[in-house]
């Protein structure tokens, strides 16, 4: 799950410790623009000993490749090899508009980053890297000339640490499937996953190298069990309806194409039309019912546990859920242990 954020930082922390010994398998601490997220990665390493801590995510533009890797690696160290490399593109919203950084070559960029971090963590040979986006060292006439190949002083805790990415659109989940450990789909809908995304997941695996391993899928949604708890779901139409209708420009939304996708092109183009308009509160209504429901696990026993084994059926690994509960703890251990 993502690091709750509820009552401020510490209590959010003592609420992931608790999780924590509840079976929590996996930690995602976001960054978007709000406080970096490496620096509660290292506070959640230092009170946590079991649960994986991740970034979730890392946007690409905003560190060098080089920087990326070191972090990760330096989380992994903290943690004693709990660390998972979550990555992204973010928007141009906010690439451009927060870090003034030019959001441009996501895929290329990304393949390259990989790369790089993989050769800092193997330590084989002194980092250098020729890429189309990324050159290591910057060549002479690029710069001073004076820069060197070198080599990452520590050992890494793991010479591979995961990679999960978050993707969207279909040559970047190719490229997810083909280079990483993890894919963090949005808005998932297992009974129209294959529609969405299978031709390009297919795409990567066929480029996929074997000793990779399979890939994790980790997807979920809002989790909310009992009898009447069907409004839990209207929590998600704010968060839904700013991605669907705000994360972007018409045209340029990756939110939105994806809802399309799913065989919601007029709700998606009304629900953008609002949001766009400043009508926000009437962009979260436009949302249908439907797809809420589709993307989350809310409702009695027996219709969450159906849920879950519909994730499973459509090639979900890991099950990523926001526990919406006066104590999300028993929560947790109780779809624990319907999966076990």
């Given amino acids: 799950?993502?690091?709750?954020?509820?009552?401020?930082?510490?209590?959010?922390?003592?609420?992931?410790v608790a999780l924590e010994k509840a079976g929590l398998d996996i930690v995602y601490v976001a960054e978007a623009y709000s406080y970096d997220a490496v620096s509660a990665m290292g506070f959640l390493a230092a009170r946590t000993?079991?649960?994986?801590?991740?970034?979730?995510?890392?946007?690409?533009?905003?560190?060098?490749?080089?920087?990326i890797g070191m972090t990760a690696a330096g989380i992994d160290h903290v943690s004693n090899g709990r660390c998972i490399l979550g990555l992204g593109a973010s928007g141009p919203q906010v690439i451009e508009g927060f870090h003034g950084v030019e959001y441009n070559a996501p895929l290329g960029r990304t393949r390259e980053i990989i790369e790089i971090c993989r050769k800092l963590w193997a330590r084989e040979e002194k980092l250098t890297y020729d890429g189309k986006y990324y050159k290591l060292p910057l060549p002479a006439d690029q710069g001073t000339g004076l820069g060197k190949p070198l080599k990452l002083i520590n050992h890494p805790k793991r010479n591979r640490i995961p990679i999960q990415i978050a993707s969207l659109g279909p040559k970047n989940i190719a490229l997810t499937a083909e280079l990483a450990e993890g894919w963090l789909p949005i808005f998932y809908m297992p009974e129209r996953a294959k529609l969405a995304f299978g031709d390009a997941l297919d795409?990567?695996?066929?480029k996929r190298d074997p000793e990779l391993g399979p890939m994790d899928v980790v997807a979920g949604g809002l989790l909310a069990v009992g009898d009447d708890v069907k409004s839990v779901?209207?929590?998600a139409r704010p968060s839904m309806a700013l991605y669907v209708g705000g994360m972007g420009a018409k045209g340029q939304n990756f939110y939105n194409a994806l809802i399309r996708r799913y065989g919601y092109e007029a709700e998606a183009e009304k629900i953008q039309e609002l949001y766009l308009a400043g009508h926000k509160e009437e962009a979260a209504a436009a949302i249908p019912t439907e797809l809420l429901e589709l993307t989350n696990l809310v409702g009695?026993?027996?219709y969450v546990k159906e849920r879950i084994a519909a994730y499973k059926e459509a090639g979900v690994t890991v099950l990523n859920v926001t526990p919406f509960a006066d104590d999300q703890v028993a929560l947790i251990e109780k779809v624990k242990g319907w999966l076990a």
């Fill in 300 to 302: 009695p026993e027996g």
């Fill in 233 to 235: 779901l209207d929590f």
């Fill in 49 to 67: 000993s079991t649960v994986e801590i991740a970034a979730g995510i890392l946007p690409i533009y905003t560190r060098t490749p080089t920087l």
């Fill in 1 to 16: 799950m993502q690091m709750p954020y509820a009552g401020g930082f510490e209590k959010s922390v003592e609420q992931t």
């Fill in 203 to 206: 795409a990567g695996y066929a």
